[in-house]
């Protein structure tokens, strides 16, 4: 499987002519160039409401993306009409629409590495009881795709779509090692978020520490992201750099040493059955 990268061109370039040979063609017009810079600011709007939830007047949308308030009252009121976005009872307050659900709920269903490690997260999820996670790594970010809950009453708050920093998370320096330092640096700021008071926040520091992860094959979030919560996680290395990552995260509260081992070799055989199962994708 080999989806589309944002910002990828996914065709070679016609040239100077269009399709039609005729010069500029018919994509480089001024209906052509407003109609791209509608679609950029749709996906702009649907991305704003993805990371805010809840519902939002139109002066705060306006004051975070800077968009024109009359241009962006239209979209948003095309984006209500057609059900990708909704308000409230006044009219006056937007959020995220139903539609931008089974868009999101369509990418898992027909995302191949997703269906082949059902099982072995089934399994994973048998021998340790515990939370676990399948997450692709999105720019600096880390991105749930499938999860299972933890057996125990103590246990983390998960859903599909969760989108946590990569520096902060097991998942995201798993697949964080299997860069180059030089690619990491090109990645990441100088200076990362703290998200808690134990984050990594230097990248210096976290390249240093992704030398560790590939050396031993895991990665340890040390309540980097939640307070309270280690979490162990390895690369699922069917490409190169990888992409996808399992994790597995368990209460402080109850993690004991001989436990910490269990749950590495745990994700170790994890690892390995999905490599098989996603050695063609």
Not at 77 to 105: H, K, Q
Request: proline share 5%; aromatic share 4%.
């Amino acid at each position: 499987m080999n989806r589309g990268e944002p910002g990828g061109s996914g065709a070679e370039s016609e040239g100077p002519e269009g399709a039609e040979g005729r010069p500029g063609g018919a994509e480089g017009g001024p209906g052509a160039q407003a109609a791209v810079k509608s679609a950029v600011r749709t996906v702009l709007l649907l991305e704003h409401f993805a990371a805010r939830p809840g519902l939002h007047s139109l002066a705060d949308i306006q004051h975070d993306l800077g968009l024109p308030k009359s241009s962006l009252y239209m979209l948003l009121r095309t984006l209500v009409n057609l059900g990708w976005v909704e308000t409230d009872a006044t009219g006056t307050r937007y959020g995220i629409g139903v539609r931008a659900l089974l868009v999101g709920s369509s990418y898992i269903d027909g995302d191949e590495v997703v269906a082949a490690a059902r099982p072995t997260l089934d399994r994973l999820s048998d021998d340790t009881t515990e939370t676990i996670h399948l997450a692709r790594r999105d720019g600096t970010s880390v991105v749930y795709l499938a999860t299972r809950p933890s057996q125990h009453y103590l246990r983390p708050f998960t859903r599909v779509g969760r989108r946590l920093p990569v520096h902060s998370t097991a998942l995201g320096k798993a697949l964080l090692a299997t860069h180059s330092d030089d690619e990491v640096r090109t990645l990441l700021p100088r200076r990362l978020e703290a998200v808690t008071e134990h984050t990594i926040t230097d990248r210096e520091r976290l390249v240093d520490e992704l030398a560790l992860v590939r050396e031993q094959g895991y990665a340890v979030d040390r309540e980097e992201n939640t307070l309270g919560l280690r979490c162990f996680g390895v690369a699922v290395p069917y490409r190169t750099p990888a992409r996808d990552a399992v994790s597995c995260s368990v209460p402080v509260a109850r993690l004991t040493a001989d436990r910490e081992q269990r749950i590495k070799a745990a994700l170790f055989e994890a690892r390995d059955r999905l490599s098989v199962a996603t050695r063609r994708m």
